[in-house]
């Protein structure tokens, strides 16, 4: 259903049940459009229900992961699956909407998905680029990656959300130190920092990556979506609640009888 190309990346459904999403602009280093964020929101969502998908990989071509945004295309992009909006006046009311519904969802898009999904970092990830391999569950980081966030830099925010996520991974005050001091930081500081969860040679970053989404679509996945859920609810929910979140997901995937003694 959702194999083949879109603004900016390539979809590619391979055996098991794995599909490859390949960022394609390397001379761009895969900064990502306007059009492309829209592709990519409205792919997570078929995603959602393509069957023969269990577990997506991400990956780019070239230096890159994903460099940040490209709003300055010269020559109007072809049709994507979303109409375009309007750009209108660039108030801030519009300006404000146009990031809260349009630029914010590409990534809220990649953490709705209750599949897995694996970052394969093959190069720099930086602003949105680090907020997609952020929202992934795993991610893979080629030795020769730099993440950052890299908004600072230009007196921009990270209003793609990648705040919440350095947030999510850091603590509060990591993540102050992260994004005040425009850090930029190598793979295994970005794993030692939890931004990452394993380091690789450059070469072998793509065929980790596939081979751990090989590992989880050979798992039960009615069970691993709703647990992915779980632990995602988990981090902000009392102990009570999140027992009876996952309460009523075990009541769903467990077999017939009564697995309260098992």
């Given at each position: 259903?959702?194999?083949?190309?879109?603004?900016?990346?390539?979809?590619?459904?391979?055996?098991?049940?794995?599909?490859?999403?390949?960022?394609?602009?390397?001379?761009?280093l895969?900064?990502?459009?306007?059009?492309?964020?829209?592709?990519?929101?409205?792919?997570?969502?078929?995603?959602?229900?393509?069957?023969?998908?269990?577990?997506?990989?991400l990956t780019?071509?070239?230096?890159?992961?994903?460099a940040?945004?490209?709003?300055q295309?010269?020559?109007?992009?072809?049709?994507?699956?979303?109409?375009?909006?309007?750009?209108?006046?660039?108030?801030q009311?519009?300006?404000?909407?146009?990031?809260?519904?349009?630029?914010?969802?590409?990534?809220?898009?990649?953490?709705?998905?209750?599949?897995?999904?694996?970052?394969?970092?093959?190069g720099?990830?930086?602003?949105?680029?680090l907020?997609?391999?952020?929202?992934?569950?795993?991610?893979?980081?080629?030795?020769?990656?730099?993440l950052?966030?890299?908004?600072?830099?230009?007196?921009?925010?990270?209003?793609?959300?990648?705040?919440?996520?350095?947030?999510?991974?850091?603590?509060?005050?990591?993540?102050?130190?992260?994004?005040?001091?425009?850090r930029?930081?190598?793979?295994?500081?970005?794993?030692?920092?939890g931004?990452?969860?394993?380091?690789?040679?450059?070469?072998?970053?793509?065929?980790?990556?596939?081979?751990?989404?090989?590992?989880?679509?050979a798992?039960p996945?009615?069970?691993?979506?709703?647990?992915?859920?779980?632990?995602?609810?988990?981090?902000?929910?009392?102990?009570?609640?999140?027992?009876?979140?996952?309460?009523?997901?075990s009541?769903?995937?467990?077999?017939?009888?009564?697995?309260?003694?098992?």
């Open positions: 259903m959702i194999e083949g190309s879109y603004q900016g990346f390539d979809i590619e459904l391979r055996e098991g049940g794995i599909g490859l999403l390949t960022f394609g602009h390397p001379e761009r895969n900064a990502i459009s306007p059009g492309a964020k829209r592709d990519l929101s409205q792919v997570m969502a078929l995603a959602q229900f393509d069957d023969d998908l269990r577990v997506l990989v780019g071509t070239g230096k890159a992961f994903v940040g945004v490209d709003n295309r010269a020559q109007p992009e072809p049709p994507t699956l979303a109409q375009a909006v309007p750009i209108g006046q660039r108030a009311v519009t300006l404000y909407s146009r990031l809260a519904h349009l630029a914010q969802e590409p990534v809220r898009a990649i953490r709705r998905l209750d599949k897995p999904t694996i970052a394969a970092v093959n720099y990830a930086v602003q949105l680029g907020s997609i391999a952020l929202a992934c569950d795993f991610a893979v980081a080629a030795r020769s990656a730099r950052g966030s890299a908004t600072l830099r230009m007196a921009w925010q990270p209003d793609e959300g990648g705040h919440w996520l350095l947030v999510e991974h850091l603590g509060v005050k990591e993540a102050l130190d992260f994004l005040l001091r425009k930029m930081v190598d793979a295994e500081e970005a794993c030692r920092l931004l990452v969860n394993e380091v690789v040679d450059d070469e072998a970053v793509l065929g980790r990556a596939l081979d751990l989404a090989a590992e989880l679509a798992g996945q009615v069970s691993m979506r709703l647990l992915k859920k779980a632990i995602y609810g988990a981090a902000h929910l009392t102990f009570d609640q999140a027992g009876d979140d996952i309460a009523s997901k009541a769903i995937c467990e077999p017939d009888g009564d697995p309260a003694d098992g």
